[in-house]
């Protein structure tokens, strides 16, 4: 059984700058989360995807977005990047019987300066 | 308020120590617990999964869940050096559009000494 992978494990883009994050999920997990850490802090629920459509999204602006794919992958957009986004960004996948229990991939490390 | 409180620490504590760890919520719809691992730059590890109140174990883990008094613990018995990481508490319900999604604690750092 595959885990969670992300990609790229880290990066560093500046202030403006676009940036996408990509996530495969475990096997057999149709649901996906993305999560932004900030040093020191836990993890916070940007928002989630099921059957390619975002149903659930926690207090973050537009310009974090986005999609899931027909083999349950994921890509995390942010636009307009901001020092304070500067994170580390979380994928975690679920599925199966217990369906509050979610996995989490390694994460990417991103840098904004 | 925060929905979730946990004590950052940092707790360090001699090998073979019992370990406690705890957080306290205020959301009462939480029916769903969990305890992570994460080490250093690494995602987080899912330990303990637990539903409602009660007891869970799992080898040298122990969870138990007090929901009257919106108090979650993780016990460590016959701490290791390999424990060092940070311990985050995690906590879900049901509810609407975003079910499932995970309220996470600060998490805390601890340290076992050799």
């Known amino acids: 059984e595959t885990g969670v992978t992300q990609s790229p494990t880290h990066l560093i883009k500046t202030r403006g700058q676009q940036v996408t994050l990509r996530c495969s999920s475990q096997?057999?997990?149709?649901?996906v989360s993305w999560y932004q850490q900030a040093l020191g802090q836990g993890p916070q629920f940007i928002f989630q995807y099921y059957r390619e459509e975002e149903n659930g999204r926690g207090n973050f602006p537009p310009r974090f977005s986005g999609l899931q794919f027909p083999n349950y992958s994921s890509e995390l957009n942010v636009n307009a990047l901001e020092l304070d986004d500067s994170a580390l960004y979380l994928c975690?996948?679920?599925?199966?019987?217990?369906?509050?229990?979610?996995?989490f991939g390694p994460g990417t490390r991103l840098l904004v300066l | 308020q925060k929905e979730v409180e946990q004590d950052p620490g940092p707790l360090s504590v001699p090998e073979g120590a019992i370990v406690s760890l705890n957080c306290t919520y205020s959301n009462s719809a939480f029916q769903y617990f969990m305890w992570y691992r994460q080490y250093s730059r690494k995602g987080p590890e899912l330990l303990m999964y637990?539903?409602?109140?009660g007891n869970k174990e799992d080898g040298r883990f122990t969870a138990q869940v007090d929901k009257s008094s919106k108090y979650i613990s993780l016990f460590i018995r016959d701490s290791q050096p390999s424990d060092s990481a940070t311990y985050l508490c995690?906590?879900?319900?049901?509810?609407?559009?975003?079910?499932?999604?995970?309220?996470f604690g600060k998490g805390t750092k601890l340290s076992v000494k050799p």
């Open positions: 637990t539903y409602s109140s």
């Open positions: 975690a996948s679920r599925g199966g019987g217990h369906q509050e229990t979610q996995y």
């Open positions: 096997s057999g997990h149709n649901t």
């Open positions: 995690a906590m879900t319900g049901n509810y609407g559009g975003s079910q499932g999604n995970l309220i």
